[in-house]
């Protein structure tokens, strides 16, 4: 079976990526790319985009690239560093990538840019696999 199949259904299930127009555009073992683009409903009062959307985002590639494996994997651990603020009406893209995997935890980076390819954000996050859970499976 392909272990990508298992990820790329977990979209379909994903209502607020859907909801808020992320895209999954790309979905390898160990890695993935999403896609936003950000509204005006997504502005914070200085009138950039809400640092909660930038990490939802990066989060959402890591959450793909963590899952891309088959067994079912959740976050353990994030954090963020935003580098320069985004504007309402960009588009945004997130490349997760897998920094390696031991065991049942991995650790993945994620790089949030402009579709210039300016960097807006650096995300990392850890992972760890639920033992005997699909990644389409209850509590996911």
Do not use: K, W
Not at 13 to 22: E, F, H, K, S
Not at 67 to 80: E, F, K, M, T
Not at 87 to 114: H, P
């Amino acid at each position: 079976m392909d272990t990508i199949q298992p990820a790329t259904a977990m979209y379909e299930n994903d209502v607020t990526c859907r909801t808020l127009g992320i895209q999954l555009d790309d979905l390898g073992p160990g890695r993935a790319r999403m896609r936003m683009r950000v509204a005006g409903t997504m502005a914070n009062g200085h009138g950039s985009v809400h640092g909660g959307y930038l990490f939802l985002l990066a989060d959402a590639a890591f959450a793909y690239a963590s899952n891309s494996h088959g067994p079912a994997a959740v976050a353990q651990h994030a954090q963020v560093t935003f580098l320069r603020a985004a504007a309402v009406d960009e588009e945004l893209v997130a490349e997760a990538v897998e920094r390696g995997r031991a065991g049942r935890t991995g650790v993945y980076d994620v790089t949030v840019r402009r579709a210039s390819g300016e960097v807006i954000a650096e995300f990392r996050g850890q992972s760890v696999m639920l033992s005997g859970r699909p990644v389409n499976g209850p509590g996911h």
